[in-house]
């Protein structure tokens, strides 16, 4: 009980967050066209989608989301899985096939990866590979005239690395 309090109060600030970005910032290129957003469960992908919901709201007619999550989709975005214009798409970017099988999109956020700097360090070698491997096979999603943001809410800088690190 105390779990789903701190849930809703979590959705709420990201709701009335939503909706000032709603106001400030206009989407309308996207109408009637098609996005996936990698990373869909963290930070900064958890705000595209509850932006893109307050817009949708407002009027815009967004053809489909396709959202990516490595796991099942998070408590704190179960309403989206009953929206009719987001699609799930659960699996690993780092393996070939799953990101081989998402689908062309007119906008794609990639935004997966590790954010906490301990995770990238013990997984050094998935972490070059989503930020490479997979953000080429994304590259090759995007349809014709289409736009492309990668993105991470990662501290880069942490004090943990040095500018040799790679």
Known sequence: REKWGLIVEKNRIIEEDAKDIAS???????SGKEILITGASGLIGTYFLY??????????????????CKNQLPEYLQIFSTYPWIELW?????????????????YIIHGAGYGQPAKYIANDDKTLK????A??????????????????????YNGLQKETYY
Do not use: W, Y
């Open 24 to 30: 400030r910032v206009d989407l309308s290129e996207l």
């Open 51 to 68: 932006s893109l919901k307050e817009c949708m709201a407002r009027g815009l007619q967004i053809k489909k989301v396709h959202i990516v």
């Open 130 to 133: 989503i930020n490479t491997a």
């Open 135 to 156: 953000t080429f096979t994304l590259l090759e999603k995007i349809k014709e005239h289409g736009k492309f943001l990668f993105i991470s809410s990662s501290i880069i």
């Open 90 to 106: 659960q699996g690993d970017l780092c393996e070939d096939g799953f990101a081989n099988s998402l689908p062309e999109c007119d």
